[in-house]
């Protein structure tokens, strides 16, 4: 007697902390309406971030062909020596390197998305005075998109067009 006063005390106060309220849980319709929503939800952004890796890829190219220029060009300058600077459609690189010492300064391996393409200047000069001894383009292309680099004549100037 004493036993079940003692369930129905604890039963009793166990629904009035609840409330009344009964949980159930999910139903297996509930389940799978939210795995379709995220599968849905999934989908659209593997598409977003595959071009959102190509959009950083190429960002960090540009960068470092921009910075490696600069660096040519200021090593030709501060040595006052020269600094060709070549570009290989073979093994898909390009490097600078020292005139007087045949010392290599740069050295770089294009990443495997973007190709080297013909170019009507394969290598150039940059003359202890901070010029270039000839002027053009070099192509690149990332998948569908191709970029520009285009050289000026004048102080080394260059301009990188999408």
């Known amino acids: 007697m004493v036993k079940e006063m003692l369930l129905s005390q604890i039963r009793n106060e166990f629904l009035r902390l609840s409330n009344g309220h009964k949980e159930n849980g999910f139903t297996l319709l509930e389940i799978l309406i939210v795995i379709c929503v995220m599968?849905?939800?999934l989908s659209f952004s593997f598409f977003t971030i595959k071009s959102f890796s190509e959009l950083?890829?190429?960002r960090?190219?540009?960068?470092?062909?921009?910075?490696?220029?600069?660096?040519a060009h200021s090593y030709a300058l501060s040595r006052r020596e020269t600094v060709t600077v070549r570009f290989s459609i073979l093994s898909n690189q390009y490097e600078a390197i020292s005139g007087h010492s045949r010392e290599i300064i740069v050295q770089r391996k294009?990443?495997?998305p973007i190709k080297l393409e013909?170019?009507?200047?394969?290598?150039?000069?940059i003359t202890p005075e901070g010029n270039v001894s000839n002027f053009g383009t070099v192509f690149f292309r990332l998948n569908d998109k191709r970029l520009k680099l285009t050289f000026f004549i004048g102080r080394g100037r260059f301009l990188v067009q999408e």
């Open 39 to 41: 599968t849905v939800l």
């Open 56 to 58: 950083m890829q190429k």
């Open 60 to 71: 960090a190219f540009i960068s470092q062909i921009q910075s490696d220029l600069y660096y």
């Open 110 to 112: 294009i990443p495997k």
């Open 118 to 125: 013909n170019s009507n200047v394969p290598s150039f000069i």
